[in-house]
Structure formats: C-alpha cells, structure tokens
C-alpha cells in the first residue's frame, strides 16, 4: 500500500509507537503510580472524559477497570455540569485528548475545578504544546502523561493517538499487569504483521462493493470500540457514506430496519464463547435473510459456523489472541477499520489527510463557545 498521505502514514507507524509508548510507561511507573496513591485514586469516583475519538478512549476502557469508574464526554459534561460533578464527591477527572486544544477540553477541567471541592486531574495527551497540557503545569493534584510525538497525528482523523491514549489508560488504569500487557501486544503486533496482506486483499474486496450504508457491530468493548471504527469511516469518506453501530442483540430491537442491499455489516466477533452465541445467532438470521452478500466478520478465532454464513471472514485463527481480554483484540481490529476507512475514502476520490475542505468539521473543532455557569 502506498504511503502517499500522512494518515496512512500514521496507521502504519501505530506498531512502532505502541513498543515505544510501553518502553516509557514501564520507565515512569513508579512516578505514576506514586502520584496516584497520593491524591488516593482508589477512594475516588474517576470519569474517563474527552470529545469525539478522545470519548470513545474511554468507552473502550470502561469495561476494563474498576467499579469507580465511569466514561462521561466532556461535551456531556459541558452540557450538564452537575449531573456528573458533584461538590462533595471526590473525584479524579481523566482527561484524553490529541491536540488538547478543543474547547469543550478545557472547559471541563475548569468546571471541575470550579464545582468540586476534592478534584483531582490526570490528563493524558498527545501535545505538550497544547492548552491542556500548559494549563496543567505547576497545578496541584495533577498528573499529565504524554503519548509519543508522533501519535499528534497531522491528518484529520485520530489513528495513532486513538491506540497510544488507548495503551496509556489501559496500562495505567487498567487490570492487566504491565509486564503481561506488553508480551500481549507485541503478540498483536506480530500477527498484524502477518495478516498485512491479508487485510489489503480484503480490504480491496470491500471497497468494490457497491453499498451506501456500513454497519459495525461489536459486544460489550468492542460495541465501544464500533463507535470508534464508525467514526473513521463517516469521517474519511466525508459523511459520504451512513455509518452505524451497536450491538448485536440491541441491533434486532429497531435499528436493523437500515439494512438494505446497500448496507455492509461488519461484525467484530467476541473471543468470549457465551457472547459469540448471540453474535452468531444474529448473522445466522441475516444469512437466512438473504442479508448474506455484504455480511463480513472479523475473528481471531476460526469458526466454520461463521465462514459458512457470511461471505468475507477475516479470520486470524490465533490461539494465542483469542485467549486475551477483548480489549487486546480492539487494537487488531481497529487496525483494519482504520486501514478499511482510508482506503475507502481514497477510492471515493478524498483527499484522507482533509475529508472535509470546505470546513465544516475540522482536525481540531472550532466555532465553540463556551458559556460561563453559575451553581444551581
């Protein structure tokens, strides 16, 4: 595949990043876990926050951590202050965000401050030069981890920077032990490396078809994580094509009236065998549906069951992966969704770096105004 744009560009290098993200995260262990026993994370509610790509960061995590946690998007937050800050909680807002320039960024972090009495903030970036990250200096209880330069992506969608705040929040927050997390996804890496041509002849087939409408569909994390791959292909393809997502079973309460001879369903298959008979189920009945011809799957489990049902099975048939915690998984799936985006945005005549020219969404959001507020 030609690296003709930096968006690619920037999916491509997300390997390297990830190794290089962990080589740091081991070295500041310590200080990170040191400042976290200070403010007493564990005592506290903590709200993974950000806008967009930043949110769905969050959303992915959530099902990965503790019961103190929960996702709000800063937009919610901005919205409604006081249904998720209240001034007697003890919080710790987590805050993801690329370029930390959004406005909604920033006026979550000062709403905090200003309607919490115990407030605490780890933000978690890709800019040092940003607001956030320069706001954030010298401010007490207060931690600013920094991803590696180069996942401040240059073109318009998040890819690295999704995966790096991804890696940073699941490592620093998440239950799965560091030295594990690593041999995990340096397995991850591996078998990208090995399905690379695979996915290109996939992804070649699936930009051919002639289809209006996608839908990503994913269980529990990877519902989250179909939030995400949705949004990489509404964004690269300029709103060209609709793209939805859900779960599998929510999927056959209403919204899947979209599915038409145009539609694309690509389902992101469980690794757990309890959830996958609900998957299965669901392409089962769209097979029998005649739904077949743009029923796709991706698996890193082989199942003969699915093969035999849809007609584009990505399988990775790794024994290795499908023993992991989905959250592992989202890192090679969401590989091929952000590959699958690009490349059906350059076959759709659009510049990836700059989907939308003529400005009405833009790398960082702008038009924005920020209202001040008083307690009720």
Not at 42 to 59: H, L, M, P, Q, W
Not at 77 to 96: A, G, R
Not at 98 to 111: F, I, M, Q, T, Y
Not at 145 to 159: C, H, L, Q
């Amino acid at each position: 595949m030609e690296l003709k744009y930096e968006t690619i560009k920037e999916i491509k290098q997300q390997k390297k990043l990830w190794i290089e993200l962990l080589d740091s995260l081991s070295q500041k262990n310590g200080e990170i876990r040191d400042f976290l026993k200070s403010v007493n994370a564990d005592e506290r509610k903590i709200i993974f926050t950000g806008a967009g790509t930043s949110e769905f960061v969050g959303n992915t995590l959530l099902p990965n951590v503790k019961d103190n946690f929960r996702s709000v998007a800063t937009t919610d937050i901005v919205e409604n202050p006081e249904t998720y800050l209240k001034k007697d909680d003890k919080i710790m807002l987590v805050s993801f965000a690329r370029s930390g320039n959004s406005p909604e960024s920033l006026a979550a972090v000062d709403l905090a401050d200003q309607l919490v009495d115990d407030i605490a903030h780890f933000v978690i970036t890709c800019s040092e030069e940003g607001a956030l990250s320069q706001n954030s200096k010298g401010k007490k209880k207060t931690y600013v981890w920094y991803t590696p330069k180069a996942s401040n992506d240059k073109g318009f969608a998040m890819t690295s920077s999704f995966t790096c705040m991804l890696l940073s929040g699941l490592y620093i927050f998440g239950n799965i032990d560091g030295s594990e997390l690593r041999t995990m996804i340096e397995n991850t890496i591996k078998e990208i490396e090995n399905q690379e041509t695979n996915f290109e002849k996939y992804i070649k087939e699936l930009i051919g078809l002639d289809i209006e409408r996608i839908v990503y569909l994913g269980s529990g994390t990877l519902r989250a994580l179909s939030e995400e791959a949705t949004l990489k292909c509404l964004e690269l393809t300029g709103g060209k094509l609709n793209v939805f997502y859900n779960s599998p079973l929510s999927f056959r309460h209403g919204p899947k009236s979209i599915v038409n001879e145009k539609t694309l369903v690509i389902n992101l298959m469980s690794n757990c065998d309890y959830t996958r008979k609900y998957e299965i189920d669901l392409i089962k009945q769209m097979h029998d549906e005649k739904s077949k011809k743009y029923l796709a799957a991706l698996d890193v489990k082989h199942d003969k069951e699915i093969e035999s049902n849809v007609v584009y099975y990505i399988s990775f048939n790794n024994s290795t992966l499908a023993g992991y915690p989905e959250i592992i998984n989202a890192f090679i799936y969401i590989y091929f969704a952000q590959l699958f985006a690009y490349t059906k945005s350059e076959s759709l005549g659009f510049n990836p770096d700059d989907p939308c020219p003529t400005g009405e969404v833009s790398r960082v959001v702008h038009g924005v105004k920020i209202y001040p507020y008083e307690k009720k």
